[in-house]
C-alpha cells in the first residue's frame, strides 16, 4: 500500500497536493492510500490503467476528503475495454492491468463550478463504494463504454448537476444498490444517449433532485430519468425495486421518467419497475413511447397532474399497486393517452378529499386506446368520474369495483364512455349510487354489458 503522504501530500486543506498524488500514482504498488486529512487539487487525477493499473484507491476509513478546485472529474479512470461482459471479448493485458479498479471510503467535494466527481470510461469491473461526493457537478459519471460497473453503499448529496450520470455510454452490467442519491440538480440517476442492458436499481433512496434547494430556476427533470431519444439510443432489461423515490414538486418534473419518442430506436423494453415508495411530483411515473414495461407492487402517492402517466405505450402492464394522495393540494389518478394493449388489474386508486381533485380529472382515463383490460380493481370516491373512456376500443372493464362512499355523493359517474368506440366489453362490475347515471355511455360508442 502507498500513502499518498509519503509522496509530499500535505492533507492540511490549504496546500495543493496535485502533483504529489500524481507522483503517488505512478510510483505506487496499484493500492493508493489517503489517510486522514484534506487534500486539495487543482487538476483531475488521471488514472490511466493500462499504464497504472490495477488500481485500488482508499481513503482511512472515510476519514479523508478530496476537495477539487478546478475544472473537471476530481478521478478520472481511463482504461481501454473494448468488449463485453463475455469473458472471450477481454484481452489479456486488459484482465491483468486494467480490470477491478476499485474506489472507497473517501469524500469528494467540489469548489468549482465546472468540477466533477469520479468519471470512469473504457473500464471493467469498476467497484465505486462508501464513498461521498458533494457540492460537485455530476457525482459519478460514465461515459463510452464499461462494463460490469458496482455502485453501492455511496452518497450522492446536493450537486449542481446528476448524482449518477449515463451520459453516451454503451454499458452492459451495472448494479446501483444501497446508496443515499439527494438533492442534485439535475436528476439523481440520469441516462441519455446511452445503450444500456442489464442495469439493476435496488434498495436505494432517492429523493430530492431538482432545482428547489439549490435557488436556480427549475428544470424538468426526474429522480430517475431515462432519455432514449437518441439515434441508435435504448436501454432495456432494468430492474427498479425497493427504493424511496420521491421529491418536491417541480415543474416539468417526475418521480421516474422514461422517455423515447425516435420512432427508429429501439424502446425501452423488458422493465420491472416493483415494490417501490414513489410520490409527490407533478407526475410520479410518466411514460412516452415504451414497450414492455411491469409496474407492480408499488406505492404511488401525490402528485400535481398524474400518479401514472402513459403516452404512446404498449405492453404496460400495471398490477397491484396503491395508488392515493395524502395532501389535499396534491392529486391522485392513472392516465393513458394514444396506449394499446395495456393492463390495470389489482390496483387501488383512492381520492381521500372530500370535494375531488382541483385538476378535475377522474381515477382512470384512457384517451384514444385500443385493446385495454381493467379488472379486479378498486377506484373509490373519483370525482367526477371512476374510469373514464375517451376515443378508445376494445376496452374490456371487469370485476372492478367503483364506489362513492360519501354520504353527501360527489361522483357524477363511475362509469362513463365519451367520444366514438367498438367492442368495449362491462362484466360483473360492483357500482355504488351515484350523482347522475352509474353508467354513461355515448351513442357514438359501442359497449357490450
Not at 29 to 45: E, R
Not at 109 to 133: K, N
Not at 184 to 194: F, K
Not at 351 to 369: F, H, R, W, Y
Amino acid at each position: 500500500m502507498s500513502n499518498v503522504k509519503n509522496f509530499g501530500a500535505i492533507g492540511d486543506g490549504k496546500t495543493d497536493d496535485t502533483e504529489a498524488i500524481l507522483h503517488a500514482i505512478a510510483e505506487s504498488d496499484q493500492h493508493l492510500i489517503f489517510p486522514q486529512g484534506t487534500y486539495v487539487i487543482s487538476k483531475s487525477i488521471e488514472i490511466d490503467l493500462k499504464d497504472q493499473g490495477p488500481l485500488a484507491i482508499s481513503g482511512d476509513g472515510g476519514t479523508a476528503r478530496i476537495v477539487m478546485k478546478g475544472a473537471g472529474p476530481a478521478l478520472k479512470i481511463t482504461g481501454t475495454h473494448g468488449g463485453t461482459g463475455d469473458p472471450g471479448t477481454h484481452s489479456e493485458s486488459v484482465w491483468e492491468t486494467e480490470r477491478f479498479p476499485t474506489i472507497s471510503n473517501l469524500e469528494i467535494a467540489g469548489e468549482h463550478p465546472q468540477a466533477d466527481g469520479i468519471y470512469l470510461t473504457g473500464t471493467v469491473q469498476a467497484t465505486i463504494s462508501s464513498v461521498l461526493i458533494r457540492k460537485v457537478r455530476h457525482g459519478i459519471h460514465l461515459h463510452k463504454r464499461n462494463r460490469n460497473v458496482l455502485i453501492d453503499q455511496c452518497h450522492l448529496y446536493f450537486n449542481t448537476g446528476v448524482g449518477i450520470f449515463m451520459d453516451r455510454v454503451n454499458l452492459h452490467q451495472i448494479i446501483i444498490s444501497s446508496n443515499h442519491v439527494s438533492y442534485n440538480r439535475l436528476g439523481g440517476i440520469r441516462i441519455e444517449g446511452s445503450e444500456i442492458r442489464n442495469l439493476q436499481i435496488t434498495g436505494n433512496d432517492i429523493e430530492y433532485n431538482n432545482h428547489a434547494a439549490h435557488g436556480t430556476d427549475p428544470e424538468p427533470t426526474a429522480e430517475l430519468f431515462i432519455d432514449t431519444t437518441a439515434e441508435k439510443a435504448s436501454v432495456a432489461e432494468i430492474t427498479v425495486a425497493s427504493n424511496t423515490i420521491q421529491a418536491t414538486p417541480s415543474p416539468g418534473g417526475a418521480n421516474i421518467r422514461i422517455h423515447d419518442c425516435n420512432p427508429e430506436a429501439i424502446s425501452p423494453g423488458l422493465w420491472t419497475i416493483t415494490g417501490n415508495i414513489i410520490g409527490n411530483q407533478v407526475n410520479n411515473v410518466h411514460l412516452v413511447g415504451c414497450h414492455g414495461v411491469v409496474l407492480s407492487g408499488n406505492c404511488i402517492y401525490s402528485c400535481e397532474n398524474r400518479n401514472l402517466l402513459v403516452e404512446d405505450s404498449s405492453m404496460i402492464n400495471v398490477t397491484g399497486n396503491n395508488f392515493r394522495r395524502h395532501s389535499a393540494r396534491l392529486g391522485t389518478g392513472v392516465r393513458f393517452e394514444n396506449s394499446t394493449d395495456c393492463i390495470v388489474s389489482g390496483c387501488q386508486v383512492l381520492d381521500k378529499a372530500e370535494e375531488g381533485q382541483a385538476s378535475g380529472a377522474s381515477l382512470l382515463e384512457l384517451e384514444n386506446c385500443q385493446r385495454m383490460t381493467i379488472s379486479g380493481s378498486q377506484f373509490i370516491d373519483g370525482v367526477p368520474v371512476g374510469i373514464d373512456v375517451n376515443d378508445s376500443s376494445y376496452v374490456s372493464i371487469n370485476g372492478c369495483t367503483i364506489s362513492d362512499r360519501r354520504a353527501d355523493l360527489k361522483s357524477t359517474h363511475a362509469i362513463r364512455f365519451r367520444g366514438k368506440g367498438t367492442g368495449n366489453r362491462l362484466d360483473a362490475n360492483t357500482i355504488t349510487k351515484t350523482v347522475e347515471s352509474a353508467v354513461v355511455i355515448a351513442e357514438t360508442t359501442e359497449v357490450k354489458q
